[in-house]
């Protein structure tokens, strides 16, 4: 019997009639696997990039990302969404040095820039100082990758255990679905399925992200939620209630 152990890497032999024996390595097995099933690792512009820390300006990740995007915005259940918000993520992990744009303050310690309008998502480019919060708030037209740039914040993501009736003005319950330390090349994912409400509190060194955002529903205001007690015996499920922005 032969072992396929012994085989030299990429060499074939035939032990026996009508079978082939080839040993692969790991990397070339994976590469084999991408190209095969059309996932956007295997696309030549990224192949170009051998270095580690050569990444994309925000130019190259519009351009490389876009013709993607476009492909897989047809299927918008939790599922499409979820493959969408994950290879809009494996794209977005190699940005480099984002340039702070022209930005406008929201609120004191709080600015908002852009550094892409409008298709086929936005670039919001936010800054936070220290202590800083962004108080939950329900997506529900864009769904969302947020890129940690620089410093640190805590992100909660929510969504209601009933079917969410966003312009509600009774209490309902919530289940907190998401906490993360989100850093420097962190990301974050709200499906509008689910994790689509989000909130942040920026670290002792402030924070700076993006959030790349897609309309795929109508626009219509977001809600705030304001989350109340917790439920003994809850799995992390709180009383809440929305709050119109």
């Known amino acids: 019997m032969l072992d396929h152990d012994d ?17 692969r390595g790991l990397f070339a097995s994976v590469a084999a696997a991408c190209a095969a ?23 190259e990740f519009v351009r490389s990302v876009t013709p993607v995007c476009k492909e897989l ?18 794209f977005a992990v190699r940005l480099a040095t984002v340039p702070v744009p ?21 670039v919001l480019h936010w800054q936070l100082e220290r202590g800083i919060e962004i108080a939950p708030h329900a ?5 969302v990758v947020t890129l940690g740039l620089t410093g640190s914040a805590l992100v909660a993501n929510y969504e209601t255990v009933a079917p969410p ?32 409400v989000h909130g942040f509190v920026a670290g002792p060194d402030g924070a700076s992200g993006l959030d790349i955002t897609t309309r795929i529903r109508e626009r219509r205001r977001a ?23």
């Open 7 to 23: 085989l030299p890497f990429a060499e074939t032999r035939s032990p026996l009639p009508g079978l082939l024996v080839c040993r």
């Open 37 to 59: 099933t059309g996932l956007p690792g295997a696309s030549p512009h990224w192949q170009e990039r051998r270095a580690p820390d050569d990444g994309f300006t925000i130019e």
């Open 73 to 90: 915005l047809a299927d918008r259940s939790q599922r499409g969404q979820d493959r969408y918000l994950l290879t809009l993520a494996a």
């Open 102 to 122: 022209e930005s406008r303050e929201v609120k004191p310690g709080h600015r908002i820039g852009s550094n892409h309008d409008p298709e086929p998502f936005t």
């Open 139 to 143: 997506h529900t037209y864009g769904n």
């Open 165 to 196: 009736d966003f312009d509600s003005q009774e209490d309902f319950v919530v289940q907190r679905t998401v906490e993360q330390v989100l850093r420097p090349g962190d990301v974050n994912l709200v499906n509008l399925e689910r994790h689509y």
């Open 223 to 245: 809600p705030l939620l304001e989350v109340g007690e917790a439920i003994e015996g809850g799995l992390r499920q709180f009383r809440a209630r929305w709050r119109q922005s």
